[in-house]
Structures are given as structure tokens and as C-alpha cells.
């Protein structure tokens, strides 16, 4: 095993950092290796925005649910699916292409583009001693977060990636088994084997809870996805999308 693989293996969110900066090198660093990310068909459908305004990351902390580590990362990075580039690239080659950017398929090419982008930099940060933690909450807010950050038709902001020096170190969550995601030559749907394998993954988290909390925390993974999805959340989604140019077909 190589140390990229052991960087990628140890992963584990950080919600508590030092006060402390990234430097621009680390920056610099970080997005270049975000660039250099896999896109569909050189398309390059994303945008980062950086914040390092105490004020403004206090701000996306409360419209991300109060997570306080937001505001208290060494940079806050937004990462954001962009076809307004390409509007404007039509209108530099007086091409229409408007179907294009309103098509749902280009609503996925872009936000891959983002997910695999911020991956990299993902990356790129822990393999620097850095720590990080996603942020989706950035949507529950979204039409407010759009504001603040003056984005333009064709642009979403999809999460944030809080980064950091650690200020502790939390264990690394169990994953589902191997087989459970890993199927060969066609999905398999064998309900006993599928239940299996859930029923196992509780037993495994039940543990790790326990183990962490002292006994205080037994909930299952099943248990946990169900009571979540019980609840939908952000169903003004479809609207946003669509106010903002996205996803009209």
C-alpha cells in the first residue's frame, strides 16, 4: 500500500480546528489539484469560491444549520456547478446554446465535475496533515447562500468543504461491506444476501457507537437512514434549479 491509498483510507470528517490559516500556497494547492480532476468531455463545469472573511464564513455557518465549524475553518471553500461560463462562451462564438445548458443531462456533467473536482482537493488537503468536512447544509439555505456569494444564472452552489489544521482526531466510520457495494457483471438482487449483508453493517455500527459513546449510542445504519429519509428535506429544490436556468429539460 502506498501513502496515497493510506491518505484515502484514513479519511474521517474533522468539525473542530485550529485557529489558524491556510496559507495561500496551500490554496493554490488545493484547487490546482481540484483542476487536475477528471472532466466530462473537457467541459469544465464548476467554479470554487474561497472565503476567508470571518463575517461572511459566520454567515454560511448559520444558513448551513449553525455548524460552527464552518466559521471556524482555516478556509472555506464553495463548490459550485457553472454553466454561466458557457453562456458566455456562446455568446463569444454566437452560438446558441441554451437547450444545452438548461438540460438535465448538463445539470449532471456539472455537478460531477464539481464532486470530483472537490474530491481532489479533498485529497490534496489530508495528504498535507489537513482535515476536512463537507458541507451540504449550504442548501438548505440556498436561495440566501446564491445571494451572498452574487452568483449568476446557470450557477448553484452545491456544497461547501470546510479545511483545516485538526484540533482532534475523531475514528474512522466503518463503511458497507465490500460486496454490498461492489457487485460484478450485473446488480445483484438477491433480497436475502442484500439483507445480510445490512443486517451485519447494523451490528458493526452498533458497536462503533457503543464503543464511542460508552454505551450511550447503539442506533443501527438502517435506522438511521430511515428515520432520516422519513423526513424530506429542501423540496423546493426543483424550483431553485430552475430559477437559476438549470434542469428545464
Not at 459566520?58 to 472555506?76: I, M, P, T
Not at 456569494?149 to 484540533?167: D, N, R, S
Request: glycine share 6%.
Amino acid at each position: 500500500m502506498n501513502t496515497t491509498i493510506e491518505t484515502i483510507l484514513n479519511h474521517r470528517s474533522i468539525r473542530k480546528f485550529e485557529d489558524k490559516p491556510l496559507s495561500n500556497e496551500q490554496i493554490r494547492t488545493m484547487v490546482e489539484s481540484a483542476q487536475a480532476a477528471s472532466t466530462s468531455s473537457f467541459i469544465q463545469a464548476y467554479s470554487i469560491i474561497g472565503v476567508k472573511d470571518k463575517d461572511k464564513k459566520k454567515r454560511l455557518a448559520e444558513l448551513a444549520g449553525n455548524q460552527s465549524y464552518v466559521e471556524n475553518s482555516g478556509h472555506f471553500f464553495i463548490f459550485c456547478a457553472d454553466l454561466h461560463r458557457h453562456a458566455v462562451i456562446g455568446e463569444k462564438e454566437q452560438t446558441d446554446v441554451t437547450m444545452s445548458l438548461e438540460s438535465t443531462e448538463k445539470f449532471i456533467v456539472a455537478t460531477i465535475d464539481a464532486a470530483l473536482a472537490a474530491q481532489n482537493a479533498s485529497i490534496a488537503a489530508e495528504s498535507m496533515g489537513l482535515g476536512i468536512c463537507y458541507i451540504g447544509g449550504l442548501r438548505n439555505k440556498i436561495e440566501e447562500v446564491t445571494e451572498l456569494l452574487e452568483m449568476p444564472k446557470y450557477t448553484i452552489p452545491l456544497f461547501g468543504l470546510a479545511v483545516g489544521y485538526p484540533a482532534q482526531q475523531t475514528d474512522i466510520k466503518p463503511r458497507l461491506p465490500f460486496h454490498h457495494i461492489y457487485h460484478e457483471e450485473v446488480y445483484n438482487q438477491d433480497l436475502g444476501s442484500y439483507s445480510e449483508q445490512l443486517d451485519g453493517y447494523n451490528q458493526t455500527i452498533s458497536d462503533y457507537y457503543q464503543a464511542r459513546t460508552s454505551g450511550k449510542r447503539t442506533d443501527t445504519w438502517t435506522g438511521q437512514m430511515a428515520n432520516m429519509l422519513k423526513q424530506p428535506k429542501r423540496l423546493g429544490m426543483k424550483e431553485y434549479l430552475e430559477n437559476q436556468g438549470l434542469t428545464k429539460r
